[in-house]
């Protein structure tokens, strides 16, 4: 299963016809929005799990001098969040309002 936010026929809709600078662009930032949000997906469940083992640690009474690791998390995250963001701006300065919507997902269906 591909995971992507922008999928591969996504991209060639959005590149098609388009000047080769412009197309190479808009290839660049759809990846740089899927790598972040992959990166941001793999970080964040990390720090949950972590958190989950501090707390059975916690439990235990056991040491928690071991857990340092958690602490460069939150900057991995922020770095990804902060590059997301960037190539969601290369991609509104690149695409029209159309476009950008059809790279949005679907809302979830009412409760």
């Known amino acids: 299963m591909n995971d992507d936010r922008i999928s591969c026929k996504q991209l060639g809709q959005l590149i098609?016809?388009?000047d080769r600078p412009a197309a190479h662009a808009i290839e660049n930032a759809a990846?740089?929005?899927?790598?972040?949000?992959s990166t941001i997906r793999r970080t964040a469940a990390m720090i949950g799990a972590k958190l989950g083992e501090i707390e059975q640690r916690l439990d235990r009474g056991l040491s928690l001098n071991d857990l340092g690791e958690l602490q460069?998390?939150?900057?991995e995250l922020d770095r990804a969040v902060t590059l997301r963001q960037?190539?969601?701006?290369?991609?509104?300065?690149?695409?029209?309002e159309a476009e950008l919507?059809?790279?949005q997902p679907p809302a979830p269906p009412a409760p």
């Open 16 to 18: 098609e016809g388009r």
């Open 72 to 75: 460069r998390m939150p900057a």
């Open 101 to 103: 919507a059809s790279l």
């Open 86 to 96: 960037h190539h969601w701006q290369v991609l509104g300065a690149l695409l029209t």
């Open 31 to 37: 990846r740089g929005v899927n790598a972040a949000e």
